[in-house]
């Protein structure tokens, strides 16, 4: 008798042994590697369509030959083929299968996967054996399917395999009941085939910084605001899990000692205007209670000069006059080139960068007013031949904190909304920004300030005064004279900060290219 036909004869009989002990069916499969070898000790688990797991199953692991058969109680699952960790592959499920007697699901190859390990614990050695591992592809928001992820509570050993490619790994310690602050890992590539090993992890302690958001209006709380707490120096978003606002308005989340910029992120539909605080941590800090005002939907689409959609442009908002800025969430364009924001009632001054469009120049258009829902359609121009660059180095203020001078919009000859803006001063201070052609140094000893630029070419007129985030944007209209194209510009900010020494701050030299 062949051999095939020995081992079906035999599951016939075991399926007749069985069927008057407690209705049971009998399933196999064999599961390969990704180079066809056989997968030893492979976990096999099914799942009921409404994805709950069956439970009554024994010895369901593949054999020396990636075989598997099992008992199962007859009906209709899908199967997960769930490798461990140190097998280096991703698990798969296949199915449906309605299982009645016997039924063979056949041979099933895995696809390799990369490795990820390591120690995760406190500063002082202890493990962090309830802390979850998630991994995000940049920018997504969405977790990645993983295999894995447990920490050993003796050790705080972790082993994930993942799908090969780069990603986002958060720590989230809030299970441990420490205060550990989360942790996380930005755009790390894991390759295939090999563990990347990440050493031992340390949480730092961490603290609650907490607040509550209501309405500007009512008074009432914001339910399901987010949360996102930002580096006040290079805005990098921390990982903060379970940051969105309760019942009752309140939310509180567990970070590292540092200086921070709070982003509160009210949902669309309320049609409420996000707004951003600052917040010093070195202990249990609130950021108080935040009133959130009223607002319209402005939306638009943004295209290029030929009317293509242009996907990845980055909208920011500035009330005119003052151009102190407005937060926006969610503000860059999609694949259809289409935003969608919520702003503030009154006169606005709106700037498109081309963040995630390569080949674009920004594009800041005059202020509009705003008054009930907006559409703001814009083009696009083509990208400057040399992009803005930075010089010299910036001298700190309060908090050790140096102040960023940064530009937006496009310096082109005729084009009336250039801006230069001024990022991380001390709130309310006076500031003043200086123009020149020549990248050289003038120092200020008695000031202990040292310039970047050769000579002062222009004074903006008068001082501007930082808002309560330390901001300030100031509109630099260029003539259209064509002598002026290709030219080299510098531009750089001093502030006056209490918390500075010799009382002055300053950033470093901005160099912007007039363009035609």
Known sequence: MPRCSRFLTLLAALACATSTAGAQAIISGTVLSSNGQPLVGCDIDFYFLNGNEQNNVSGDYTNASGVFTTLI???????KLNPSPSMLHQPKIVGPFTVSTVIHIGTNSLVAGAGIRGFLKTTSGLPLANSKITLEVPGSGVPMPTLGGGIDPLTGLFEIVVAPGTYDLFMDTSGDG??????????????????????????????????????????????????????AVTLAKLFTPDDNTN?????????????????????FVTSLVAQRVPAAVAGPTSFGTVSLEPGVAVQGTVRSTAGTPIAGVDLDAYRWPSQSFVLTANDDTNGSGQYQVILPAGSAQLAFTPVGAPGFGAQTLAPIQIAGSTTVDVVMPLAPAAPSTHSGAGHPGTGGIAPIVEDYGTAAIGHGYYGIGLRSAVAGGAAGLVISEGP????????????????????????????????????????????????????????????????FAHTDALRFVVAD
């Open 73 to 79: 109680p007859p009906g209709t699952y899908n199967v």
């Open 178 to 231: 420490t205060l550990g602050a989360p942790g996380q890992i930005l755009g790390q590539t894991f390759p295939v085939g090999v563990f990347t090993d990440l050493g031992t992890l340390s949480r730092p302690p961490g603290f609650l910084l907490s607040g509550t958001v209501v309405r500007q209006v009512g008074g009432t709380p914001v339910v399901n605001c987010d949360i996102d707490v930002r580096d």
């Open 247 to 267: 019942a009752l308005g309140f939310v509180d989340v567990v970070v590292p000692t540092g200086n921070y910029l709070v982003d509160i992120t009210p949902d």
């Open 440 to 503: 050289g140094f003038l120092p200020f000893p008695d000031f202990d300030v040292t310039f970047h630029v050769d000579m002062f070419v222009v004074v903006l007129s008068g001082t501007f005064t930082a808002d309560a985030q330390g901001n300030v944007a100031v509109t630099l209209p260029i003539p259209n004279v064509p002598a002026l194209m290709d030219q080299d510009y510098y531009a750089q900010w001093l502030v006056l900060d209490p918390g500075a020494s010799k009382f």
